[in-house]
């Protein structure tokens, strides 16, 4: 069977990660939040929400929006 | 004590810099001979900043701490800094929030605070800053939080009143911790 | 209140009404309370210039209409204010400057540095001409320095400058700050350009094409200068009575060296201090007149070496000098000093026999 | 098969930026590392870093970097062109570094031609000195300098330096952007790569005003700081195409 | 009854120009002055005189001048300005001076719109150090900088200042002119007098740049040099109003 | 070919192929022949810059791109290159500048003078930084010191100043021109920016905010600086081998000071001539060295006396010192000066006995 | 009778006169011309041709031309 | 001689220093030591221009002539500033066209050329200065009329031929004059 759209994810890198929440604000389908865990630089940094989803039941499209407008380059996207 | 030095130290964003300024103007606003020399490393923005705050009956020589009596830190980095340089039967005030390990020496005071729990809490980073220093007051008796008030309404006149109260909280939350 | 913001209103209460200047790193809490005391001022003017070099001239207009001018930079900005302190000296401006020194050369760093000596005492800019210096150390100084600074720009119609650094900047000392001027009272002046109203028109200028004018002028100014040396030069001396080494220092360097000499006091040392506070006039007289009896001199100084060249005129090979050096924004202890001064203390034989 | 969409450019080296959360330095950064990987200019590139926030740029780019002294950077860059004329120089410039100090070394090397292309990040403040006014305050805006925020009388208004360049007859192609946004980030990308290529095709002067949040002095969260540079500041500083000589390369 | 009709104007001293047969400063120094004295400000007028051919202004204007250090007379005169608002205050400024080496601080003064009026004297070189070339240098003009004429590629075109300041918020009157007619010298006239009257009633910065006959560096005759204006550079630099915010006055 | 053209045509034989100037009297003939010589070259580049900043900014940019770049001014344009200067210094940049000294201070006039010695000597710019200093006396030497400025200014990487005035730079002599360099066979230099091909991108920067790295550049420059003091120090000694009187003048002062010891000689009188050629350095040693002799040195400037200190700090007081200045553009004659050096000869009783 | 038109005159200050001749070429009357003396500057100075004309036979009518071109201001208008 | 100094002196448009530079720039092609000094006053447009040169066979210590050998005098102001300062037995050459007096001393040699009225006849007053040279030369010997034209061809080469005819014809005007 041919798939509708293309699936994604991405990674944070939770130490890169200056808690700015462009990410959080910008993602179109709205995949990350915020942690409540500290990084050593003392932000609480954007988590994505789907990592342990299973590929198929990912919404992430791997649009990359989110590490477009990461200052950080802490997003790393991934697409089949 | 009649004299003292003390080292702030911990990230950019943490307030650092302001932290040791409020407490500089009000031993100032004691009568005190006070130097506060901040980090310009903190001119570049994000790295580490800190500050250094003499305070003395008399004259002060140099404002520069080789050995600094206190130090609050904030963050790691400042940690492995400092925790060489407290002199011995000094106190450090620790964000234990941020720094999930002890300093090696063992003939200094440690004072742990988790800042960020406290400030998450008060639901506001801003106060992170002020909670150490509250703790710090009373932890060392280096001032009253009193005249640390005066010292921020000082500061912040013409600021907008709710900032004071956050602040005034944070101090308390920060004071209370440690007492 | 932090030196920075000291210098700023001491300015204004001295009848400062005219600041421009650019930020720069030390320096700009002065540029920023400059902004906020011009502000509460009706007849105050505050100009955050486009560069050093247009405040520089924009203070240069503010001097021709007979105004307190005052700028500020550091370092950097000051090399770029020469050719406007040039313009100054030779059209006989009052101005005051103030100079914030960081480390040197180029960008450097922000850091509290002594390295812009030379450029400050010996004019940075083109031509025979000279400018005060006034090297303040302590909170209480900066007042008093900032206030004197500018009577005398008003009184030798000549640029001023107060040299200090980072760490001046940030101390914070019980100051009592000088009265309020009432500018209304100051003293008017007779050159200054404001119309030529029931009075012939006025001109100023540096152009001087006939080379004999030019050098009436040249002259004129040296007799200006030599009128200054001989009215104010001041130099504060710490301990000197016994001393059998003395320590020559200014601004944060001098602290630091009090401190130390106290320490080494304590060891029994007898070590002194001659702070000078205006280092254009250097105070050469005292210093020779000490060099009658004091064989070494340790000078300390926050570069690798400025300020020596000075006492070495000044004792013309009749004392020893060691040189002790810290460039680039390293504020040295107490300690560091007073270790320095015992070791050449010992090395000399100077402890009593 | 999965791949990777998107990762760190190879002309930005490993270190982590020194800038606040949310600065548009870093996104800014990033574009024109991106950029020179794409145009595989990365051996022929030459940068000349400003004196502001993004005075230490050269520990990101892994390219040739020459500092200017503050306002300078079209001085040096024309130096430096003029005797590498094949390479390509740009410079890194802030809006107090390029539009109040630089201000006559940029309108005579854009007027003159030089085959040069800056960067002028626009932040609306002094951000590495601690907030002070910039020439690009706007009116109301709060600053250090400008009690009470910026006045019209006392402190007088913006300055629109890209008009101004693109008068210049030797400009070439001048663009107002801006990192706020997805779209406007990649329309960005898309004004520095075509600066970079007016360079290359030796057409003259090239310059890329980019409208850059600056959270912390501005105050506000970086969130926040992305929406009002769509609802405040590019009013003031009309986000377009300000001169283009070149048209499509 | 015959009476006399044109004769010296009363705020010029009696001192014999040193300029060159024909040169277009002349003129302008008369204009001035009788506008001086019709509007009759004299004993408020302040004077900046510019390093330049002008440099000696002084000599001839009847009123306070401050001399500016080459291209800050806009630096010098805002600081006259802002410390005594009440008096009239102008920059004689040439080409080089106010377009090279001045240009921050005259954009910068008219951004700000400084109370101030500038006059912008074009003769298309630097006069006084003996004819090198200007930012208003003509394409192809000589200079003795620029061998064999000015070109493009090396030497860049011509500036154009006073289009740039007319972008800049703060300027209220902006025209271009020249001396090398009756007619063209009476609209001078009127122009100077305008930009004067824009800053008696406090509406901003007011610059005229006028063209100027420079027959000496220029290798022409008076008259021929008169011709050229028309004939030469007032293609490049078109005689017109640039801005005018105030209309009437 | 007048002294001005002599230094143009001797930078392009010298490799220069990078000229950024302004205009200003009295050097504008150097600008405008190096316009013209490096039009013939396919390699030249001239610019004439908006302003003195901006030509040492280019400069700046030429030289971190690996070009011999010179740029020249008069007084008040190297004032406003100091910023410029101090940053060639701190980067460690080679360039070339030429100051052709007018009367000063301020706009002053445009006749020959020499009062820009400190600003040069000292660092008009700010923090700890020398500039090499070569005083040319001769058309010849306008040539050989020409191609030596350049050679220097590779060979320790940092800004060499030719101090001259407008009478150097009218002075037509018979010169032999230096030989043209190929540039092809220059030393590479392993630090330029010329694109990061085959090999890890590069760095020129002055900033160094860590205090102590700060402080090891600059003493890593101290360094350098004492190195070039041994290998480059020079001065030329003319007649003072049975000297009792030693006149020391350099450039032009030093030219007129020679006829005048021609003329003194004529009278019997033993009078000799230490010309520095290095200002920065400063003959020192050649001085001190003859303090064991002389009992007097005679001190000729066209300055109300600046290189004078120098010279009281070579001898650090073991001879005596006459100054006689003629600032503000003046020319002295040989008479002149005979008269002045006769009258202190004779006041010394320096005549056998 | 009433007048035509305005008549005038003109008076050239020699010594200030450079020669440019602006006004020469300027006046519409054409009633100015170079003289062949020299002045103490070493130019030849332009002259007024009416000068001694009687007022009635004048053609110059006082129109300030010839002025408003003079660098040096050497000229003054009379009108009646 | 081996060696003398000549002062040029006139207006500013009046080629003063151009006589000099042409004068200098053939001596110095003769394999003369030269310094060619001029008057900076001309940097000033129209005032009195001047300029000093000095030739020798050796090195010659000052450019400045406080009492000249020679004066080229072109105008009334230059003759009151030079009449007094010629060295006895100097050779003075004036412009008599705008010079209408004789210098007051009676120890010197002068020599009168009505250069103006010359340079009327030739058609061009751009060659007033190079008629006064010509005289210059031939009535002092400083140089020859061929090095002089050298020199004029090593200066304006590269400008057009006409003007070099010019100056030629000129210069030779000027020397027939005097011989
Ligand atoms: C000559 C000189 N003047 C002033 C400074 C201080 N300074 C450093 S960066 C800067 C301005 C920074 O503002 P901007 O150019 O807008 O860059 P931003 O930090 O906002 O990105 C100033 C004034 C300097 N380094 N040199
Ligand atoms: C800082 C500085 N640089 C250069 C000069 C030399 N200078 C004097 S006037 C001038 C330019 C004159 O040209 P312009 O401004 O066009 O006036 P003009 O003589 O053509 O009327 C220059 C470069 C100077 N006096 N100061
Ligand atoms: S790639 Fe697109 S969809 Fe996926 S997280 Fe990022 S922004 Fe959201
Ligand atoms: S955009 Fe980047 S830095 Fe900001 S929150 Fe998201 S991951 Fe973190
Ligand atoms: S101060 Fe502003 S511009 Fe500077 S790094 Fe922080 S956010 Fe960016
Ligand atoms: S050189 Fe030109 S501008 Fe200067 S005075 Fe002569 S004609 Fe006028
Ligand atoms: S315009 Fe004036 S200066 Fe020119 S020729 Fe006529 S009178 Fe003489
Ligand atoms: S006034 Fe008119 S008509 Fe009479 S001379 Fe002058 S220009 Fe000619
Ligand atoms: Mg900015
Ligand atoms: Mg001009």
């Known amino acids: 069977m041919t798939k509708k759209r293309k699936t994604g994810r991405i990674t944070i890198d939770e130490e890169l990660c200056k808690g700015c929440y462009l990410c959080v604000s910008f993602c179109p389908e709205n995949l990350i939040e915020t942690s409540d865990g500290l990084n050593q630089k003392g932000y609480y940094p954007a988590r994505f929400i789907e990592t342990d989803k299973t590929k198929e039941d990912r919404k992430c499209t791997g649009c990359a929006t989110c590490a477009t407008v990461c200052p950080d380059i802490a997003i790393e996207v991934y697409r089949d | 004590m009649s004299s003292s030095k003390t080292a702030f130290a911990g990230f950019g964003g943490q307030g650092v810099l302001m932290m040791g300024y409020v407490f500089a103007v009000s031993a100032m606003r004691d009568g005190k001979h006070v130097t506060y020399l901040p980090s310009y490393g903190a001119e570049v923005r994000g790295g580490t900043a800190n500050c250094t705050v003499a305070i003395s009956d008399e004259e002060i020589f140099s404002p520069v701490a080789s050995s600094p009596d206190y130090a609050v830190i904030m963050n790691k980095p400042s940690l492995v800094k400092y925790e060489g340089m407290i002199r011995e039967k000094g106190i450090m005030i620790l964000n234990s929030s941020l720094i999930d390990r002890d300093p090696f020496r063992n003939d200094i005071n440690v004072v742990r605070v988790p800042a960020n729990e406290i400030a998450k809490e008060l639901g506001s980073d801003r106060t992170i800053n002020m909670i150490m220093l509250g703790a710090f007051v009373t932890a060392t008796k280096t001032t009253s939080l009193d005249s640390i008030m005066n010292g921020l309404t000082e500061i912040l006149k013409g600021k907008k009143g709710g900032l004071m109260d956050l602040n005034r909280i944070g101090l308390d939350r920060g004071a209370e911790y440690v007492s | 209140m932090r030196g920075s913001h000291v210098i700023g209103e001491a300015a204004v209460r001295a009848g400062c009404r005219f600041y421009a200047g650019y930020p720069i790193t030390p320096q700009n809490e002065l540029t920023e309370y400059s902004a906020g005391a011009m502000a509460k001022l009706e007849d105050g003017t505050f100009i955050q210039a486009e560069s050093e070099l247009a405040a520089i001239n924009m203070v240069i207009g503010a001097s021709m209409a007979g105004a307190r001018p005052m700028t500020s930079s550091s370092s950097p900005g000051i090399s770029l204010k020469q050719e406007g302190i040039s313009y100054l000296a030779a059209q006989e401006l009052p101005a005051v400057i103030v100079n914030t020194m960081?480390?040197?050369?180029?960008?450097?760093?922000?850091?509290?540095?002594?390295?812009?000596?030379?450029?400050?005492?010996?004019?940075?800019?083109?031509?025979?001409?000279?400018?005060?210096?006034?090297?303040?150390?302590?909170?209480?100084?900066?007042?008093?320095?900032?206030?004197?600074?500018?009577?005398?720009?008003?009184?030798?119609?000549?640029?001023?400058?107060?040299?200090?650094?980072?760490?001046?900047?940030?101390?914070?000392?019980?100051?009592?700050?000088?009265?309020?001027?009432?500018?209304?009272?100051?003293?008017?002046?007779?050159?200054?350009?404001?119309?030529?109203?029931?009075?012939?028109?006025?001109?100023?200028?540096?152009?001087?094409?006939?080379?004999?004018?030019?050098?009436?002028?040249?002259?004129?100014?040296?007799?200006?200068?030599?009128?200054?040396?001989?009215?104010?030069?001041?130099?504060?001396?710490?301990?000197?009575?016994?001393?059998?080494?003395?320590?020559?220092?200014?601004?944060?360097?001098?602290?630091?060296?009090?401190?130390?000499?106290?320490?080494?006091?304590?060891?029994?040392?007898?070590?002194?201090?001659?702070?000078?506070?205006?280092?254009?006039?250097?105070?050469?007289?005292?210093?020779?007149?000490?060099s009658r009896l004091i064989t070494d001199f340790f000078v300390f100084e926050m570069s690798t070496g400025q300020m020596v060249e000075d006492v070495r005129l000044a004792l013309e090979g009749k004392s020893n000098i060691h040189f002790y050096g810290r460039p680039g924004g390293i504020i040295s202890t107490p300690d560091e000093i007073a270790k320095e001064i015992n070791t050449v203390y010992h090395r000399r034989d100077l402890q009593e026999d | 098969m999965e791949k990777k969409v998107f990762q760190r450019p190879r002309y930005l080296k490993e270190a982590v930026f020194h800038y606040c959360p949310g600065c548009g330095h870093s996104i800014i950064h990033r574009l024109i590392a991106e950029v020179i990987e794409e145009l595989d200019i990365g051996e022929k590139a030459i940068g000349v870093p400003p004196a502001g926030c993004a005075v230490l740029a050269y520990n990101y780019f892994d390219v040739d970097m020459g500092e200017a002294p503050h306002g300078r950077g079209a001085a040096v860059a024309t130096g430096i062109k003029r005797t590498l004329p094949d390479r390509i120089v740009f410079s890194y410039q802030g809006d107090g570094d390029i539009a109040a100090i630089g201000t006559a070394e940029t309108i005579h090397a854009a007027n003159r031609g030089e085959n040069i292309t800056s960067f002028f990040v626009n932040n609306g403040n002094y951000g590495m000195t601690g907030?002070?006014?910039?020439?690009?305050?706007?009116?109301?805006?709060?600053?250090?300098?400008?009690?009470?925020?910026?006045?019209?009388?006392?402190?007088?208004?913006?300055?629109?330096?890209?008009?101004?360049?693109?008068?210049?007859?030797?400009?070439?192609?001048?663009?107002?952007?801006?990192?706020?946004?997805?779209?406007?980030?990649?329309?960005?990308?898309?004004?520095?790569?075509?600066?970079?290529?007016?360079?290359?095709?030796?057409?003259?002067?090239?310059?890329?005003?980019?409208?850059?949040?600056?959270?912390?002095?501005?105050?506000?969260?970086?969130?926040?700081?992305?929406?009002?540079?769509?609802?405040?500041?590019?009013?003031?500083?009309?986000?377009?195409?300000?001169?283009?000589?070149?048209?499509?390369?």
Chains 1, 7 share one sequence.
Not at chain 3, 138 to 155: C, H, I, M, P, V
Not at chain 3, 159 to 174: A, C, K, N, R, S
């Open chain 4, 131 to 249: 907030g002070q006014m910039a020439p690009t305050t706007l009116i109301g805006q709060n600053s250090t300098t400008t009690p009470g925020g910026r006045e019209i009388l006392r402190d007088g208004s913006p300055l629109d330096l890209s008009e101004m360049l693109a008068i210049a007859r030797g400009s070439a192609y001048i663009e107002r952007t801006a990192v706020n946004s997805p779209k406007n980030i990649r329309r960005t990308k898309r004004s520095i790569a075509k600066a970079f290529k007016v360079q290359m095709e030796e057409r003259g002067f090239s310059l890329v005003e980019i409208l850059s949040p600056c959270p912390t002095n501005w105050k506000m969260s970086s969130v926040d700081a992305a929406k009002y540079i769509d609802e405040v500041a590019a009013k003031t500083f009309p986000l377009k195409v300000i001169k283009d000589e070149v048209g499509k390369i």
């Open chain 3, 102 to 290: 960081r480390g040197g050369p180029g960008l450097g760093n922000i850091a509290p540095s002594q390295s812009d000596y030379f450029q400050a005492t010996r004019g940075g800019g083109h031509g025979d001409y000279r400018t005060i210096v006034l090297a303040p150390a302590s909170g209480q100084e900066l007042a008093d320095l900032t206030r004197k600074a500018f009577e005398y720009a008003d009184a030798y119609r000549t640029p001023v400058m107060i040299l200090g650094d980072g760490m001046m900047g940030q101390m914070m000392e019980p100051v009592i700050m000088p009265e309020w001027i009432d500018t209304g009272t100051l003293p008017k002046k007779n050159w200054i350009l404001d119309g030529a109203k029931e009075r012939p028109s006025r001109l100023i200028r540096s152009l001087l094409l006939d080379t004999s004018v030019e050098e009436d002028r040249n002259w004129k100014l040296e007799r200006k200068y030599r009128e200054i040396t001989r009215k104010i030069t001041s130099a504060e001396t710490f301990m000197t009575d016994d001393a059998r080494l003395v320590v020559v220092a200014y601004g944060t360097a001098a602290r630091i060296a009090k401190g130390a000499i106290k320490k080494v006091r304590k060891l029994g040392l007898k070590v002194g201090l001659v702070r000078p506070i205006t280092l254009w006039p250097f105070p050469n007289a005292i210093l020779s007149e000490m």
